[in-house]
Nanobody, 110 residues
């Protein structure tokens, strides 16, 4: 399957962005979808995931600020990011099974 992220950009501290990941070539509704991020010089890290039943899990660093959701009719998973901090600056990737998207860059300025 293919995953295509969108919605990245530059925002100021405290701002919000919503990322989208559109999936194709997979039976989307049956799979757990995840968001990961990689900051410059750092390893890629898990941010959040959502199961087929829409149960969600979050890294401690984003809990209470980020919300993951899915729209099975649109084969799309979202990441709503609020109260953004400079340390949230990273390339954000969508993942399911062994498939990764190419990422979308989020830059948070102080």
């Amino acid at each position: 399957g293919a995953l295509v992220e969108s919605g990245g950009g530059m925002v100021q501290t405290g701002g919000s962005l919503r990322l989208s990941c559109a999936a194709s070539g997979i039976n989307f509704k049956f799979y757990t979808m995840g968001w990961y991020r990689q900051a410059p010089g750092n390893q890629r890290e898990w941010v959040a995931d959502i199961t087929p039943s829409s149960a969600s899990n979050y890294a401690d660093s984003v809990k209470g600020r980020f919300t993951i959701s899915r729209d099975n009719a649109r084969n799309t998973v979202y990441l709503q990011m609020n109260s953004l901090k400079p340390e949230d600056t990273a390339v954000y990737y969508c993942k399911t099974l062994s498939s990764w998207g190419k990422g979308t860059l989020v830059t948070v300025s102080s």
